[in-house]
C-alpha cells in the first residue's frame, strides 16, 4: 500500500491507523481523497476491474475453468455454487484490455514486477510469514 498511497490524519502526518485517517493521498498523482472515495471504483477497486482483462489476457488466464474441482480449503467460497461464481466472474471482464492504459491508483509496471516477485515462492512465503 505505501507505494500507491499514503494515509494521513488530520494534521497532514501519515497514519496507519484506521481510525485517525482523513485523507489518502495517491502516490502517482499526488491527489488528496476521503478514504471512502480512495477504496471506490473510481479509484482503487476501479483499477482491478480496468486491469482484469488486460491481466487474462497478458497471462494467458484460461476463461474455461473446469466446474468439478474440489474445495483445496477455501472457507470464503461455497462450492456448491461454483457454477454460479464462475459466472459472477466473467462479469469482470467487461472492460476492454485498453482500459488497463488508464489507472488511477497503480502503475501498471510497478505492479507486474509485484506479481512476478510475489510468484516466487520464496518471496510469497515473506509475504505471509
Known amino acids: 500500500m505505501p507505494r500507491i498511497v499514503r494515509f494521513t490524519d488530520k494534521r497532514g502526518s501519515s497514519t496507519t491507523k484506521k481510525d485517525d485517517i482523513v485523507w489518502a493521498e495517491i ?8 478514504p471512502a472515495d480512495f477504496f471506490s471504483e473510481g479509484y482503487y477497486y476501479g483499477d482491478y476491474t480496468r486491469m482484469n482483462t488486460w491481466l487474462v489476457i ?17 472457507k470464503e467460497v461455497c462450492y456448491a455454487d461454483i457454477v454460479e461464481i464462475l459466472e459472477e466472474l466473467k462479469s469482470y471482464l467487461i472492460m476492454p484490455p485498453k482500459a488497463a492504459d488508464d489507472l488511477a491508483v497503480f502503475n501498471r509496471k510497478e505492479l507486474l514486477n509485484y506479481i512476478r516477485s510475489i510468484a516466487n515462492p520464496k518471496e510469497l512465503k515473506k509475504v505471509i510469514d
Open 58 to 74: 497478458h497471462y494467458r488466464l484460461p476463461l474455461q475453468l473446469d466446474i468439478n474441482i474440489k474445495n483445496p480449503g477455501i
Open 27 to 34: 502516490q502517482k498523482t499526488n491527489i488528496k481523497i476521503k
